[in-house]
């Protein structure tokens, strides 16, 4: 079955440091990879999303993932963590452009 | 152009009744999606609307329900309301169904009492 998952459900790092949040997908033909924010009472806002280009994808808010076909992942970094990235994070995947799968979130806090 | 909107933000119910929220897409989208969110279950899709037809279709029962209009603006209503229904439904555009990347609405934030 097609599936995504979210390694971590809470990640915490100190401010300045790197974040990592980890998605593997299940493999199949070529999906389309997404990750979405969502900060507390609000709506995902798109981070970023991979469509079969570059493999190093850039978002915004200094936010990166690397497609690694071989290993199904498509992990989320950030170089420096800020207090304003405190937030979920869904990774979400999809294979034929029509049905979206959403990972189970993963909460991100930051400690000063 | 104005983002996904979506009314009311907030609402109390009681057990029994049904309740109706609604959702505007951004401008030219013809596909709206729409999701539950509890603490307990995450994000859980609901039913997806192109051109006024239901496209997909998740799983839950017949009380949760939804249609589109010709101006792509959508609603869903939930009859014989449950505690559990109590969530945040949140509604998301895309300009056509086979287009991967979603735009989401701030949400509906339901309780129900």
């Known amino acids: 079955a097609q599936s995504v998952t979210q390694l971590d459900s809470h990640v915490s790092v100190s401010e300045g440091t790197p974040v990592l949040l980890r998605c593997n997908y299940s493999?199949?033909?070529?999906?389309?990879l997404f990750w979405y924010v969502q900060h507390p009472n609000k709506g995902l806002q798109l981070l970023l999303k991979y469509t079969s280009a570059a493999t190093l994808v850039k978002g915004i808010n200094g936010f990166e993932a690397e497609f690694k076909k071989s290993e199904t992942s498509f992990h989320l970094t950030k170089p420096s963590a800020h207090m304003s990235d405190a937030a979920e994070y869904f990774c979400v995947v999809s294979y034929n452009t029509d049905k979206l799968i959403f990972g189970t979130g993963t909460r991100l806090q930051v400690f000063p | 152009k104005a983002g996904v909107t979506q009314t009311p933000r907030y609402l109390i119910k009681t057990r029994g009744q049904q309740v109706t929220l609604s959702c505007s897409p951004i401008s030219g989208h013809r596909s709206v999606s729409w999701y539950q969110q509890t603490p307990g279950q995450g994000l859980q899709f609901l039913f997806e609307y192109f051109s006024e037809t239901q496209r997909n279709k998740g799983n839950f029962p017949g009380r949760f329900s939804g249609r589109q209009f010709s101006n792509s603006r959508s609603e869903m209503n939930v009859s014989t309301l449950e505690l559990g229904d109590s969530a945040l439904y949140l509604c998301?555009?895309?300009?056509?169904?086979?287009?991967?990347?979603?735009?989401f609405g701030e949400g509906s934030r339901l309780t129900v009492l």
């Open positions: 998301a555009s895309r300009p056509g169904s086979n287009t991967g990347e979603l735009f």
């Open positions: 493999s199949s033909y070529s999906p389309s």
